[in-house]
């Protein structure tokens, strides 16, 4: 019998520290019991010193991610477990979701480390499965905002009659900076890339979450976006966006397990939302003139200062079609605060709670935002915050 409603790993960084705030002051804090989890004691006792002076009582588990037993011993506490331990491939993120899957615990993390999913598809989405465990990866803005969009974009379509062909996504706002974590991540990517350890295909392949998948367009890249243009859907100039590799990857997962196949997908970001955040970092004079200069070269529990949190936010439009000109659907989806950090934890918690108290759709598996939870968790993440936080709009 699991003593905990939800273990939260990797609580002693950068992000983990802000979902033990959000949780911490969660409005239903009433109805779940937690505890935070690490490999470093004294910094867990800090942690639980600061969520006790914010009104909440967490237990504490120390937990060594490299070994098994040490694992099972935490998700065997735990009817959900959320993971902010990352670089994930180089956390022993697989040890954590081998046991999830093995034990029927729900898991979540903030991975996009495409090779690290994949790996986690092949060896246990089969298990959880059958244990009915939903291993959700990818639950920050990296990719809940361009997966729900997606999402909800080929529903509104299919209420006019279309089925999906063409889906794409362009970030018109993304105001924010990274963590010490997220340049770790970076580096993980980047030596991957450069290893033997994979065919080189495997790194180009857009559809590399989704194995067996037929693409439909051999020229389709993994962000689907390669130049600077006009987009006479969204009105806009787009060009390459640098998160589009991991979650264009995500969407194209989700799409294979919703059976849309064979639809594309490409992301990008307009020119103004690169203009909306250098003017947001300029303006206050990258920090100095506020006394909290935005760090270039984060190191690991390093990241965006708290007033870059609170001033962030994005915005990401989404468009489907039927690919013969008979029917698309257009929405938005927008959110407040930093979006790889203050968003992400807020995202992230919702994400945990939605998996604990909420009535989701039946069926376990490794899978995406969008399948794993899909309407229910959008209708959440509206409600947050009283509908401040995040908005999802049907434009046309
Ligand atoms: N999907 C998204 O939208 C999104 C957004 C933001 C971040 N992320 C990802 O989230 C992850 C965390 O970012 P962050 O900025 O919070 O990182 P961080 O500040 O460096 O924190 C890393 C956490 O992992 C733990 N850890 C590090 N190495 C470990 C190991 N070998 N075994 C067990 N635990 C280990 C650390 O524990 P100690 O404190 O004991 O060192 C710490 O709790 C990164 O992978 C980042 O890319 C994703």
């Known amino acids: 019998m699991a003593t905990y409603d939800i273990v939260l790993h990797g609580a002693t960084g950068f992000v983990g520290q802000l979902v033990v705030d959000y949780l911490a002051r969660h409005p ?21 010193s600061s969520a006790v002076a914010q009104g909440s009582e967490p237990g504490v588990i120390v937990a060594q991610a490299a070994d098994k037993a040490s694992v099972e011993a935490m998700v065997s506490d735990a009817r959900v477990v959320l993971n902010t331990a990352g670089p994930y491939s180089e956390c022993h993120g697989d040890n954590i979701v081998g046991a999830c899957a093995v034990s029927g615990t729900h898991y979540a993390d903030l991975s996009g480390e495409y090779w690290y999913q994949r790996r986690l598809i092949d060896e246990y989405h089969e298990e959880a499965d059958r244990s009915g465990a939903k291993i959700v990866l990818a639950a920050g803005v990296d990719s809940i905002p361009s997966d729900l969009g997606v999402q909800l974009a080929i529903e509104h ?7 999906p062909r063409h889906t794409k996504s362009l970030f018109t706002s993304y105001a924010g900076s990274f963590s010490g974590g997220t340049r770790r991540s970076m580096q993980a990517r980047k030596r991957i890339a450069q290893s033997s350890e994979y065919e080189p295909g495997f790194h180009t392949d857009p559809y590399v979450l989704a194995p067996g998948a037929k693409r439909s367009d051999e020229s389709e890249t993994v962000s689907g976006w390669v130049s600077r243009r006009f987009d ?24 294979a397990l919703g059976g849309h196949l064979p639809c594309t997908y490409a992301e990008g970001i307009s020119t103004g939302a690169w203009l909306k955040t250098s003017w947001l970092w300029l303006s206050r004079g990258f920090g100095y003139f506020v006394g909290a200069p935005i760090p ?19 915005c990401v439009r989404v468009h489907a079609s039927t690919g013969d000109r008979t029917g698309s659907a257009l929405v938005e ?5 930093d979006p790889g950090y203050l968003a992400t934890s807020k995202m992230f918690s919702e994400l945990g709670l939605t998996l604990l108290l909420d009535d989701t759709p039946p069926g376990g598996g490794v899978l995406t935002p969008a399948t794993a939870l899909g309407p229910v968790l959008r209708q959440r993440l509206a409600e947050a915050e009283e509908g401040k936080f995040m908005q999802f709009r049907i434009l046309s």
Not at 240 to 248: D, G, H, L
């Open 232 to 255: 006479a859907d969204f009105r806009r100039i787009g060009g390459p966006f640098f998160m589009a590799p991991i979650n264009a990857r995500v969407v194209r997962r989700s799409l």
């Open 333 to 337: 989806v927008q959110g407040a605060g």
């Open 157 to 163: 379509l299919a209420s006019k009659g279309g089925q």
């Open 28 to 48: 239903e804090g009433g109805r779940f019991s937690w505890a935070i989890a690490g490999r470093n004691p004294e910094k867990l006792a800090r942690i639980k």
């Open 296 to 314: 270039m070269k984060p190191e690991s529990g390093q990241g965006p200062p708290p007033w870059l949190q609170r001033a962030g936010n994005f």
